[in-house]
Structures are given as C-alpha cells and as structure tokens.
C-alpha cells in the first residue's frame, strides 16, 4: 500500500512511497544504509492527470531521495 508523502498542489504532484523488502548486501542508494529495517522504500510521483513516475532506485527515507536528485 502506498503511503503519500508531500504533494506539490503547484506542480498538481504528489510523492508517495511503498515499502519493498531487500536482500542482504543491499542498502539505500544514497547513503548505502538500512536504518535498522529489512526494507527499504520505493518512492513514485503520480500526476493529477493519472501518470506516475516510479524511481528506479531504492531509498532509505525522503531525505536521502531528495539529495540524491538534487
């Protein structure tokens, strides 16, 4: 279940996220740690328009998908 996170009522986005289990070995793409969980999340970026855009990379929280695309 997608849980959201921050909507842009500019941009008419909002972000939100889903948890996905990882293996071991793997970490978020930003700062390569777990925080202590067996999961990390998936953020998306849904349009009002009903497009979405998932990231490909996997993240520990928003912060560190924030930095990552900035």
Do not use: M
């Given at each position: 279940m ?7 009522p ?15 070995g ?8 777990l ?13 009002d328009?009903?497009?979405?855009w998932?990231?490909?990379?996997l993240?520990?929280?928003i912060?560190?998908?924030?930095s990552?695309?900035?």
């Open positions: 997608a849980t959201t996170i921050s909507r842009d500019f941009a008419r986005t909002e972000t939100t996220r889903t948890s996905v289990t990882v293996q071991a793997e970490g978020c793409a930003w700062c390569g740690s925080n202590g969980r067996s999961s990390l999340f998936r953020y998306t970026v849904e349009s328009g009903g497009r979405s998932p990231d490909t990379h993240f520990c929280s912060g560190c998908r924030r990552y695309y900035s």
